[in-house]
């Protein structure tokens, strides 16, 4: 077996480890978020702008996410890309 197949197979192993750990966080993220609705939506003793801060945290936090997940699959593309040159 060549080495560049076996770099192939464990790139597309650390790559299925990663969407899989990935997924299960935004599982957890998820419910997180609708706790913490649920929670603001009782919370009538908070004030609005602190609703406000907690649901922009959550919001920024999503982003960072999402730009985080689309910035490992580009990279993971990239050393794809370099092993199919080889």
């Known amino acids: 077996m060549e080495y560049s197949q076996i770099a192939k197979q464990i790139i597309n192993f650390n ?5 899989n750990s990935f997924s299960a966080m935004s599982l ?8 913490l609705e649920s929670f603001l ?12 801060a907690l649901k922009d945290w959550m919001a920024s936090y999503q982003k960072g996410c999402e730009e985080f ?15 199919n040159k080889a």
């Open 41 to 52: 939506g009782q919370a009538a003793w908070m004030p609005e702008e602190g609703k406000k």
């Open 15 to 19: 790559k299925m480890a990663f969407d």
């Open 69 to 83: 997940k689309q910035m490992v699959d580009n990279n993971y593309a990239q050393v794809e890309a370099y092993f």
């Open 28 to 35: 957890v993220y998820e419910q997180n978020q609708k706790l």
